[in-house]
Nanobody, 125 residues
């Protein structure tokens, strides 16, 4: 069992930045690919970004490219999502998740085995 806990969400204005953190415990965090997803009210949960166990490979949704950066610190069992130039449409609950799947499956929710409880990000215009 890998327990994931997100933090860092909040209420910000358009153009501001936030850094989300997700800390894992219980199993070998560094064994897992980590992903960030988000879910806006009334919408499906969507992939935002993913990072390999070593941090050497990353993947981003089109909406995140150029504005968001995913990184990880395996010594601290933590994955980060740096979000810059935030827009109102970024408002959502953000979830981190862990998978052992290969790169081709990183965008698929059903391939993730462990999920955090989510952290709310609200961007006002």
């Amino acid at each position: 069992q890998l327990v994931l806990v997100e933090s860092g969400g909040g209420l910000v204005q358009a153009g501001d930045s936030l850094r989300l953190s997700c800390t894992g415990s219980g199993r070998a965090f560094s064994d897992y690919v980590m992903g960030w997803f988000r879910q806006a009210p009334g919408k499906q949960r969507d992939f935002v970004a993913g990072i390999s166990w070593s941090g050497g490979s990353t993947m981003y949704a089109d909406s995140a490219k150029g504005r968001f950066t995913i990184s990880r610190d395996n010594d601290k069992n933590t994955v980060f999502l740096q979000m810059n130039s935030l827009k109102p449409e970024d408002t959502a609950v953000y979830y981190c998740a862990a998978t052992e799947e290969q790169y081709a499956y990183w965008k698929r929710l059903d391939k993730y085995d462990y999920w955090g409880q989510g952290t709310q990000v609200t961007v006002s215009s």
